[in-house]
């Protein structure tokens, strides 16, 4: 089950006592727990009927008198055991805590609401969660498919009043770069740059170009614009870019341009055994605006060139790290090379 299913038992009032949360994005959970809180359980007296504990801490006798205490001037009480660590190799250190927990759940508290939060994408079903699963309900919140993720930015924009065209919406979710293989952004980041376009969008139905316009003008943006101008060696232009960013995050700059030579690298390898772009994207795990920008880019190197500058990458940030050159200095070696190339590294 997952986040909607969530709500809809809430609003159903079909949930569960003994409940756990498997979670990869904290989106989701902090919606979850304020419902749980505002609607489920109600602000009034909500300082005595909801506890919250980190599952570090945790000990027998606190579990149990969190479960067995009696909510007040409501028939509902709220515990959320926190950080939970049921990774196969760590159960044996909390397999006496584990069993005693456990041991409560068939004569459990109808009063009380048990979540356990776990936070990652893969759990283990061992023997105590397969008695949650018995005596209770288990909801995961994964990261947003492709489908589901394009739906949440257009909501995103309709609840805000604006009407937004399909291909408004690639565009956007293309540059958000949520669904890129490696990415680890969350929907509170993507939320937070998406309200950061709102705010630049004068119309209640703008144009493809207007979106576009108004993308261009976001750090995120600059970035993209000054990988785009080193992949084609524009040098002036990298330069210039490159001195606009002098106070933003540099590290950022550096890992992105670090990324942005190893998508090449596979795009190449692709584009040099004529693999078709469908299988391609998948094989690089690229957005298909990303990956057709490169597929052209990478006509600008050999493979021997791109080999080079990831070598180069990786001599920087050890150099970075054990020596006294500023990141400044480092990025802008980069961008020469990738520009002019060089027969020596740093």
């Not at 909801?50 to 009696?70: G, H, P, R």
């Not at 004569?107 to 079903?125: A, C, H, P, W």
């Not at 998948?282 to 190197?301: G, I, Q, T």
Request: glycine fraction near 2%; charge should be neutral.
């Amino acid at each position: 089950m997952n986040y909607i299913d969530l709500l809809n038992n809430i609003d159903k009032n079909n949930l569960r006592n003994i409940n756990l949360l498997q979670v990869e994005d904290k989106y989701f959970l902090d919606l979850s727990l304020k419902t749980l809180k505002n609607d489920f359980i109600g602000n009034d007296f909500l300082d005595f009927n909801y506890e919250k504990v980190d599952f570090q801490t945790l000990e027998k006798e606190k579990f149990q008198t969190m479960v067995e205490t009696l909510p007040l001037m409501s028939d509902r009480r709220l515990v959320v055991i926190d950080n939970c660590d049921f990774n196969k190799d760590s159960l044996k250190k909390y397999e006496e805590l584990l069993n005693s927990i456990s041991e409560s759940f068939e004569n459990f508290n109808d009063m009380t609401y048990l979540f356990f939060i776990y936070n990652s994408d893969k759990l283990f079903k061992g023997k105590f969660v397969k008695q949650i699963e018995k005596f209770g309900q288990i909801y995961t919140f994964s990261r947003l498919n492709q489908k589901d993720f394009y739906s949440f930015v257009r909501k995103f924009f309709v609840n805000n009043g604006i009407n937004i065209e399909m291909n408004s919406v690639r565009l956007i979710v293309d540059r958000l770069r949520y669904l890129d293989k490696d990415s680890n952004k969350t929907l509170f980041e993507v939320e937070n740059e998406i309200s950061k376009l709102l705010n630049n969008i004068k119309s209640k139905s703008p144009t493809y170009d207007e979106i576009e316009e108004s993308i261009i003008d976001t750090f995120e943006e600059k970035i993209f614009g000054l990988l785009d101008y080193m992949s084609t060696k524009d040098l002036k232009k990298s330069l210039t870019s490159y001195k606009t960013m002098k106070n933003e995050d540099q590290m950022m700059i550096y890992y992105m341009i670090i990324r942005q030579v190893r998508n090449m690298i596979c795009v190449k390898d692709c584009h040099n055994k004529k693999i078709n772009i469908q299988t391609g994207q998948s094989y690089c795990a690229l957005s298909p605006f990303e990956y057709k920008k490169l597929d052209k880019l990478v006509k600008n190197y050999s493979m021997n060139d791109l080999l080079k500058l990831h070598e180069l990458c990786y001599k920087s940030e050890v150099n970075f790290k054990t020596s006294k050159r500023k990141i400044e200095d480092i990025i802008e070696r980069m961008i020469l090379e990738f520009c002019i190339g060089s027969s020596e590294l740093i």
